[in-house]
């Protein structure tokens, strides 16, 4: 099954279009995703990258997986961040709009005047590229990237699809999310008989080291219920992980355990920095997580977002606090 056949004609058009720009582009492909990388980053730069590899394409994958990633790596295929672009190359950027080079990770793009392809599926990107495919209607960038695939007619194997698996199966909260479409689940059958290593996937994720525990616990001592409980925050610091010898990866998949908590329409994760923080967001149930950081200078999904502000928790509190009560008032005026 190939883009055409479940896709708009704009949607099949600008695939095209991506697969006809890295086709005809002759210099390296330096595939660049956003900081932090997560599943769906990862895996489609992995994915994208070890099926033009296959037919002899000269590809750069700058990127540093988190440590709960790197399983699916293998060595060599993803390289240091580079600290400038190697002549005639093409910079094809995944999962985040490449008019945020503040975001994008990997080689200086803000400075790179080459031909620039983007892959997305964030609403907020402002879609200038070279050659683009944005669609938020899609729960992953991962699908995106896999009708590239066909469109250019790369072959097939388990160690392409696996990787693309893992993108569409983090970023849909393991198909739990109210993003999955029918479109998702044809991806994923298409995966699956590709030889996509799906229960591997899933067992490998849901190994966490001793130290995920420990700091937890004390994450769990900062718990707050607000609003009702409809509100969930905790917050971690530097403090936190030198007691338990834990590290900010640790941290990354707590959200997603308090948005668990029964009633929750809304949890926020604090990483406290000092002088800095970064909010991760989970939101359900007619709440946007994405209007919430956006108030605060971030962005993301409807379901999952986030922002970074420069500022102290203590000033940062009172801004996301009346940044929730808007959009909880919101929320219950479309419920009205």
Excluded at 13 to 40: F, K, M, R, T
Excluded at 183 to 194: M, P, Q
Excluded at 236 to 250: F, S
Aim: aromatic letters at 6%; hydrophobic letters at 45%; proline letters at 6%.
């Amino acid at each position: 099954m190939t883009a055409s056949n479940t896709s708009s004609g704009t949607y099949v058009a600008d695939v095209q279009a991506v697969a006809d720009a890295i086709s005809g582009h002759a210099g390296p492909l330096v595939l660049l995703s956003h900081e932090n990388p997560d599943g769906d980053a990862l895996g489609s730069v992995l994915g994208l990258a070890r099926a033009l590899r296959s037919v002899g394409r000269d590809v750069i994958a700058p990127m540093t997986p988190p440590r709960y990633l790197t399983f699916v790596t293998r060595p060599g295929e993803v390289q240091p961040p580079l600290d400038a672009f190697p002549a005639r190359a093409m910079a094809v950027v995944l999962d985040v709009d490449n008019n945020d080079p503040v975001r994008v990770a990997g080689a200086p793009l803000g400075t790179f005047d080459g031909p620039v392809v983007n892959i997305d599926h964030h609403g907020t990107n402002l879609r200038r590229a070279t050659a683009g495919v944005v669609d938020p209607a899609r729960p992953a960038t991962a699908m995106m990237v896999a009708d590239v695939i066909d469109a250019l007619g790369l072959p097939w194997t388990a160690d392409v699809a696996t990787p693309l698996m893992l993108g569409l199966n983090t970023d849909t909260g393991s198909f739990r999310f109210s993003s999955v479409t029918p479109e998702t689940f044809g991806c994923a059958g298409r995966l699956l008989a590709h030889g996509a290593r799906l229960a591997w996937l899933n067992d490998e994720l849901g190994q966490h080291p001793h130290s995920y525990y420990t700091l937890l616990r004390e994450v769990l001592g900062t718990l707050e219920f607000q609003h009702g409980g409809r509100v969930v925050l905790a917050r971690v610091d530097d403090a936190m992980l030198a007691r338990t010898g834990a590290t900010w990866e640790d941290v990354e998949s707590y959200v997603s355990l308090l948005r668990s908590a029964e009633g929750a329409q809304l949890a926020v994760m604090v990483k406290d920095f000092g002088e800095r923080v970064k909010l991760s967001l989970r939101s359900r149930r007619g709440v946007s997580a994405q209007n919430v950081a956006l108030a605060l200078g971030g962005g993301g999904h409807v379901a999952a977002a986030g922002a970074s502000v420069a500022e102290p928790w203590t000033a940062v509190r009172e801004r996301l606090d009346a940044a929730i009560r808007t959009e909880l008032d919101r929320a219950d005026g479309a419920e009205g």
